[in-house]
């Protein structure tokens, strides 16, 4: 009857469509105070506090309001110019530029959507005019933007780390293989689709040119990454200091910083901080409360009575991962999920590191993966185009995502070869 219950709680909530946060606030609440047997309301305030007092969160509103700082800047432009004068010679040069532009600013952003929308808005009119397909533009601009989730630094990649106690410099070091392989396999798709595309010659004289103007954006990520993988930053210290350069290139610089834009950036990132910080300290409680009954202990043994495969176990755990992807926000997906699935990845011989990037990877398929698919929404309201139109426009790239995932599942080396 308890059971039932809490079913009824969750049903009764989403058929009202309240928000993630306190459908998860409220189920927490009533597991502590009805199910668990070292549990209590009490614990819940308790746990909440101990989950933001790390010093390791502050690196998620830091890295946020450096994605937004780039975004709604220069640095954004600056990177297209410089990608675009190295790309311009080769068959679909421009559709190469857009992902070599994505995979820099993703690298530097940390984010899917903010990638796609930088990079995004700049290059949709410029593809469209230079002749390459409606459909292959939203396309690629929606699952090129999550090249933002898989190179690093990451948001989901911190938010996984603090979740499952992995090192968060691991998984960014892991993340450049799946990451770079996306990059090309966008690239070469570009290339066998737009080969007759017309091309120009090589202009040494534009790329200097844009090379010494975006010298300050193209710095970001040699110091960012740099002072991460030299052991100089933490990762909380290298968000900081993605702020304060990204601040002082956009307002110093470029000089493009108002007062009014940067309040508007600052408001925009308290709004995903307003969803996302309270989530994850109520995920923490749930986390603790379920250790504490040994549910992630029952749980393998459970498993590990009908399951005698790794292999199984992958397929089971690839296909949870994409349903969850498509039905809920990933940042929501990974707290719930991860604390449950890392314990079966390691007892079935997983590495921790490449089992967080086989859930990474899933995860970014969710991005663009209807119904919720963030991007896809975002993409809408950007550029003006249908839903309906931008989910059909993303087949071709999601199957080139799900080959990704595959290689990622089956070749560990993939993501542990720079660990070695």
């Known amino acids: 009857m308890i059971g039932l219950g809490l079913a009824a709680l969750i049903a009764v909530l989403v058929l009202l469509r ?5 459908v998860v606030a409220l189920a927490v609440a009533y597991i502590h105070a009805f199910m668990a047997r070292k549990g209590s309301v009490e614990f819940l305030i308790q746990d909440v506090w101990y989950a933001i007092d790390r010093e390791v969160l502050l690196s998620v509103p830091l ?26 010679p080769m068959p679909g040069g421009l559709g190469i530029a857009t992902v070599l532009a994505l995979s820099v600013f993703g690298a530097v952003a940390g984010t899917s959507a903010v990638t796609m929308i930088a990079i995004g808005t700049i290059m949709y009119p410029s593809l469209l005019a230079s002749g390459y397909s409606k459909r292959y533009c939203l396309g690629l601009l929606c699952c090129g933007g999550t090249l933002g989730i898989i190179l690093p630094p990451s948001l989901l990649m911190v938010i996984y780390g603090i979740t499952t106690e992995v090192s968060i410099t691991s998984l960014f070091t892991a993340g450049w293989g799946p990451g770079l392989l996306l990059s090309l396999a966008l690239c070469l798709y570009t290339v066998v689709l737009y080969r007759h595309q017309p091309t120009k010659a090589f202009d040494w004289v534009e790329l200097f040119a844009s090379l010494r103007e975006g010298f300050a954006a193209m710095l970001m990520p040699v110091i960012l990454l740099g002072g991460i993988y030299s052991g100089y930053f933490t990762v909380t210290e290298s968000a900081a200091v993605s702020v304060v350069y990204a601040f002082v290139v956009e307002a110093l610089v470029y000089r493009e910083l108002s007062w009014r834009k940067l309040v508007d950036i600052s408001l925009e990132t308290i709004k995903m901080l307003g969803a996302l910080m309270p989530l994850i300290a109520i995920a923490s409680s749930l986390n603790n409360i379920l250790d504490l009954e040994g549910v992630p202990q029952a749980i393998v043994q459970s498993m590990q009575q009908f399951i005698s495969s790794p292999v199984t176990l992958l397929v089971i755990v690839n296909l949870l991962l994409l349903i969850a992807g498509a039905l809920m926000d990933e940042s929501s997906a990974i707290l719930i999920l991860a604390p449950l699935l890392a314990p079966l990845g390691k007892a079935y011989g997983f590495d921790p590191v490449h089992f967080g990037m086989i859930v990474i990877v899933n995860l970014q398929i969710g991005y663009v993966a209807p119904p919720v698919a963030l991007n896809l929404i975002v993409a809408m309201v950007t550029f003006k185009e249908p839903f309906g139109f931008i989910c059909r426009s993303v087949i071709p790239f999601v199957l080139i995502m799900l080959a990704v995932l ?14 070695k």
């Open 18 to 22: 309240q928000s993630v946060v306190l």
């Open 63 to 88: 890295f946020i309001l450096a994605g937004m700082l780039m975004a709604r800047g220069t640095i954004a432009a600056q990177t297209v110019r410089i990608m675009k004068a190295i790309a311009s």
């Open 406 to 419: 595959v290689v990622t599942c089956a070749w560990p080396q993939l993501s542990l070869f720079l660990l």
